[in-house]
């Protein structure tokens, strides 16, 4: 058991850039979700996937944001055209397909700064 | 909808001293509570959960139990040690696979 990994750790870039996030979740958990943390905030959700399907997004992910689990193992988190305000960090978190409460396992997030 | 609320932070205290970290909750359904903590430099970490009303959750001597009548699931530890100074964040789930989380509450003890 590696746990969540997530890659870049950390990502700077331009205001009007695209960037993508990868999180490959422990294996064999069925379920990824994706949370975005600002300064002294608790983590909020944003999206969900159980295996290869996108079950459920916030309303905080815009039509700029964009989320993929193509074979149901890790998944990518694209924003485009970048903007100030998505400075934050990105968690993954993935947890196993079991009957009731389930522990979602984070991973150590990707912190984008956006210039 | 599902909202979480802590304590403000920092809480600031000597080693062995009494911790309460206050969380208060407001949902639609049953939902099960957690708290997670974040270690300087590290991800979230699941500390304790509790999964139905009475339920105390336990763990590294953190305690915290599960009070419908007063929506509250407060975090408690007997006797702090430096090794404990984290973020601590309180957090929800109903239905929704998704957790709500508070806003984290940050303690600092001194040796």
């Known amino acids: 058991d590696t746990g969540v990994s997530q890659n870049p750790r950390h990502k700077i870039t331009k205001r009007g850039q695209n960037v993508t996030f990868r999180c490959d979740p422990i294996?064999?958990?069925?379920?990824l979700y994706w949370y975005r943390q600002t300064l002294g905030q608790g983590p909020e959700f944003l999206t969900y996937?159980?295996?290869?399907?996108?079950?459920?997004k916030s309303r905080l992910l815009s039509d700029r944001f964009s989320a993929e689990r193509p074979k149901g193992s890790f998944s990518t988190l694209e924003i485009q055209r970048t903007e100030q305000g998505d400075s934050a960090m990105y968690l993954c978190?993935?947890?196993?397909?079991?009957?009731?409460?389930?522990?979602?396992?984070f991973g150590p997030g990707t912190r984008l700064t956006v210039l | 909808g599902n909202s979480v609320t802590q304590m403000e932070g920092p809480v600031t205290l000597s080693e062995e001293a009494f911790l309460t970290i206050n969380c208060t909750y407001t949902?639609?359904?049953?939902?099960?509570l957690f708290w997670y903590v974040q270690y300087p430099g590290e991800g979230l970490q699941l500390l304790l959960k509790?999964?139905?009303?009475?339920d105390k959750g336990s763990n590294k001597g953190f305690e915290a139990t599960y009070r419908k009548e007063t929506t509250s699931f407060h975090l408690e530890k007997g006797s702090v040690q430096v090794s404990d100074s984290a973020v601590y964040f309180c957090a929800l789930r109903t239905g929704r696979r998704a957790l709500t989380f508070g806003s984290g509450t940050r303690l600092q003890v001194q040796p």
């Open positions: 294996s064999e958990h069925n379920r």
């Open positions: 509790a999964t139905k009303a009475d």
């Open positions: 978190a993935s947890s196993p397909l079991a009957g009731g409460p389930d522990t979602q396992y």
């Open positions: 996937f159980q295996n290869e399907a996108q079950l459920e």
């Open positions: 949902a639609t359904g049953y939902p099960s």
